[in-house]
């Protein structure tokens, strides 16, 4: 082989991006394997580049006998450990046969006053390398695309690609050209509805990226939550440039969303922001979701208020939180009721989702016949016996919440250290319990304690 084919591969190294003088390492390899397969071929060998002419030479590598036998049973013990691992990783039993000829022993750290080394390069071998040359070249020219390929989308995950649409069908797996490599998009991961146009531009997620015989295989979705946040930060300049922040996305892929937003810097609506001039943002991201309502939902600590935000766009009336359950008791007007729970219980449940709070959602009506189911609902003695919590809130209504089995009370601690005092009677005392309400038309807001029952001392009568 001339020094001009030496040229170019390494001109090909650089034009693909390969690794230096990692195609010259795969000529030499191949080469060896050819020369392995020539009569009267040496046991040990290798393949060098004369950097002289820029040809290739075949050595004989003769070793003295116990360097050898030391030689041949470390590789050996390489090549069973090898199979055991590949055994291990695919459950399978391997029934490979290991030969002293087909181990690949190390010889690097044998000292060079005990190789012999002889240049034993057949007479036609040039012409075996110019055949070889072609083959191993575009082999390892596809094999190192391939790696670069994969390396450069395993590391994109989760991110937002654009790509035209290939191939589609109603009931298929759509084909996306992202430019380098094809993109499958499974039935699993479109959305009901939608359809794709060939030659369609389309967004979608990158969640997974296989390595496979034939390329990478990337894996697209249009149903994942990370697709509007993406969406919201190519519109939206507040997110991109850390303004305004998304805490929190609950989405029903092809109906609804809710977002949960929050600003960082003083003056900023992030409302406002998303929404843009007239509503200019919102809507490009609603086109490309082909039609998807999106609710904007300002992100509150207060869990009572979170609630009521989330449940837009019905009013709510009062939020009662359980801290400890994560249980929120959410009460509406009669004809908010059933905008409040979605068709299906869409907007409870993406509610739900977004807050993190198990939302039980009832109507003034509910709410108020349980509340005289609680104190009215006792037995033939007149006693008491309801079966809900006995603390009375500081609005003046009933604890909505369970009591606990063999207590008067609920799970709230505040309610439990009620259990065992008695208010005197006429005193007006009330138990203490924490409340969440929220006008009509407004938030909810959190009711502080707002009495507790003075427990009487030994010897001391209640105040009253």
């Given at each position: 082989?001339?020094?001009?084919?030496?040229?170019?591969?390494?001109?090909?190294?650089?034009?693909?991006?390969i690794e230096e003088n990692t195609l010259i390492h795969a000529l030499e390899d191949a080469l060896l394997a050819a020369y392995k397969k020539t009569p009267g071929a040496s046991r040990h060998a290798t393949v060098e580049l004369d950097p002289d002419d820029g040809e290739f030479r075949v050595f004989s590598i003769e070793l003295p006998p116990d360097v050898e036998e030391r030689l041949l049973d470390e590789a050996r013990e390489r090549t069973l450990d090898e199979l055991e691992r590949l055994e291990i990783e695919s459950g399978e039993r391997s029934h490979t046969l290991v030969?002293?000829?087909?181990?690949d022993i190390d010889w690097s750290d044998v000292p060079e006053d005990q190789v012999k080394r002889e240049d034993?390069?057949?007479e036609n071998f040039g012409r075996i390398a110019a055949q070889t040359a072609k083959q191993v070249i575009l082999q390892r020219i596809r094999e190192a695309e391939r790696e670069m390929m994969y390396e450069e989308y395993v590391d994109r995950v989760s991110e937002v690609v654009t790509g035209i649409v290939q191939q589609a069908g109603d009931r298929n797996n759509v084909l996306v050209d992202l430019g380098k490599v094809e993109a499958l998009l499974p039935r699993s991961e479109q959305v009901d509805?939608?359809?794709?146009?060939?030659?369609s531009r389309i967004k979608a997620v990158i969640t997974e990226v296989r390595s496979g015989t034939k390329g990478p295989q990337v894996i697209l979705s249009r149903r994942d939550p990370e697709l509007i946040k993406t969406l919201f930060e190519l519109e939206v300049p507040e997110i991109a440039d850390g303004l305004v922040e998304i805490r929190g996305v609950?989405?029903?892929?092809?109906?609804?969303?809710?977002?949960?937003?929050?600003?960082?810097?003083?003056?900023?609506?992030?409302?406002?922001?998303?929404?843009?001039?007239r509503g200019s943002r919102v809507r490009m991201v609603v086109s490309e979701l082909r039609g998807e309502k999106i609710d904007i939902i300002p992100w509150n600590t207060e869990p009572a208020r979170f609630v009521a935000k989330a449940l837009s766009p019905a009013r709510v009336?009062?939020?009662?939180?359980?801290?400890?359950t994560r249980d929120a008791?959410?009460?509406?007007?009669?004809?908010?009721?059933?905008?409040?729970?979605?068709?299906?219980?869409?907007?409870?449940?993406?509610?739900?989702?977004?807050?993190?709070?198990?939302?039980?959602?009832?109507?003034?009506?509910?709410?108020?016949?349980?509340?005289?189911?609680?104190?009215?609902?006792?037995?033939?003695?007149?006693?008491?016996f309801t079966g809900r919590c006995g603390a009375i809130l500081s609005n003046g209504k009933r604890c909505p919440n369970a009591a606990l089995p063999g207590s008067r009370f609920c799970g709230v601690p505040a309610h439990q250290a009620l259990e065992g005092q008695e208010a005197p009677a006429g005193d007006g005392a009330q138990p203490p319990a924490e409340a969440a309400t929220a006008n009509e038309g407004d938030t909810a807001v959190e009711q502080e304690v707002a009495a507790a029952p003075a427990a009487e001392e030994e010897g001391e009568p209640a105040a009253q």
């Open positions: 082989m001339s020094r001009e084919i030496i040229e170019a591969v390494k001109t090909i190294e650089r034009e693909k991006g030969t002293d000829d087909d181990l034993v390069t057949p509805g939608e359809r794709y146009e060939q030659g609950a989405r029903e892929p092809g109906y609804r969303s809710k977002i949960a937003v929050e600003s960082h810097a003083q003056g900023v609506d992030p409302v406002g922001a998303c929404v843009g001039p009336r009062e939020v009662y939180i359980d801290d400890e008791t959410v009460v509406v007007p009669d004809d908010q009721l059933a905008l409040a729970i979605g068709k299906e219980g869409l907007n409870a449940r993406l509610a739900a989702r977004l807050t993190g709070w198990k939302v039980d959602i009832q109507s003034d009506s509910e709410f108020a016949q349980a509340e005289a189911d609680a104190a009215y609902g006792g037995g033939d003695s007149g006693e008491e």
